[in-house]
T-cell receptor, first 115, second 114 residues
Framework: GAVVSQHPSRVICKSGTSVKIECRSL??????MFWYRQFPKQSLMLMAT?????????EQGVEKDKFLINHASLTLSTLTVTSAHPEDSSFYIC???????????FGPGTRLLVL | KQEVTQIPAALSVPEGENLVLNCSFT??????LQWFRQDPGKGLTSLLL?????REQTSGRLNASLDKSSGRSTLYIAASQPGDSATYLC?????????????FGKGTHLIIQP
């Protein structure tokens, strides 16, 4: 089956620093990738839709200048949390959509802790 | 705006029982519905995907049904085992060919007692 990887799996950083999370589709090309965030004991919430070669589409309430998304190739999307604060601490999960419409494959997630 | 609700929020049953997890969604205009499993601190494992034109899907001891018109889906787990303990998430894809992100429920936290 299709595999999506994320790197890093865990990251701890100081408040005010920026953190980049990578999402890769390993054995298929993904024109669309999605970024989700999950707070403790909450469900996953869609943050943004990342389209290869174009600007990301952000959900209401998600600051595009704080969560920078780049989808430079068909196999890689990156999410950069800029000037991270403790309230940004969360579990970030990406998914990649393959050529079969509606099939999204999820990465293993990245746990971010901002001190 | 689509809302997905899962009932119960938590469930603890003895090993061997058959059980049903419920999922409801407010907007019936969906492309498909998926059930996922999430272990503590881990990512998602896709269990079953039901297209909007389908009524059920089966995989091993798992069976998922979909009643699109009433906005409901159920996940049936037969002969539960301790290894089934996890959080089960239901998610819907809006109509539009699956090009959009999913809307998730809050999940059912399942504990199977040995």
């Amino acid at each position: 089956g299709a595999v999506v990887s994320q790197h890093p799996s865990r990251v701890i950083c100081k408040s005010g620093t920026s953190v980049k999370i990578e999402c890769r589709s390993l054995d298929f090309q993904a024109t669309t990738m999605f970024w989700y965030r999950q707070f403790p004991k909450q469900s996953l919430m869609l943050m943004a839709t990342s389209n290869e070669g174009s600007k990301a589409t952000y959900e209401q309430g998600v600051e595009k200048d704080k969560f920078l998304i780049n989808h430079a190739s068909l196999t890689l999307s990156t999410l950069t949390v800029t000037s991270a604060h403790p309230e940004d601490s969360s579990f970030y999960i990406c998914s990649a959509r393959d050529l079969i419409p509606g099939t999204q494959y999820f990465g293993p997630g990245t746990r971010l802790l901002v001190l | 705006k689509q809302e997905v609700t899962q009932i119960p929020a938590a469930l603890s049953v003895p090993e061997g029982e058959n059980l049903v997890l419920n999922c409801s969604f407010t907007d019936s205009a969906i492309y498909n519905l998926q059930w996922f499993r999430q272990d503590p601190g881990k990512g998602l494992t896709s269990l079953l995907l039901i297209q909007s034109s389908q009524r059920e899907q089966t995989s091993g001891r798992l069976n998922a049904s979909l009643d699109k018109s009433s906005g409901r889906s159920t996940l049936y787990i037969a002969a539960s085992q301790p290894g089934d303990s996890a959080t089960y998430l239901c998610a819907v894809s809006p109509s539009g060919g699956g090009a959009d992100g999913l809307t998730f429920g809050k999940g059912t936290h399942l504990i199977i007692q040995p």
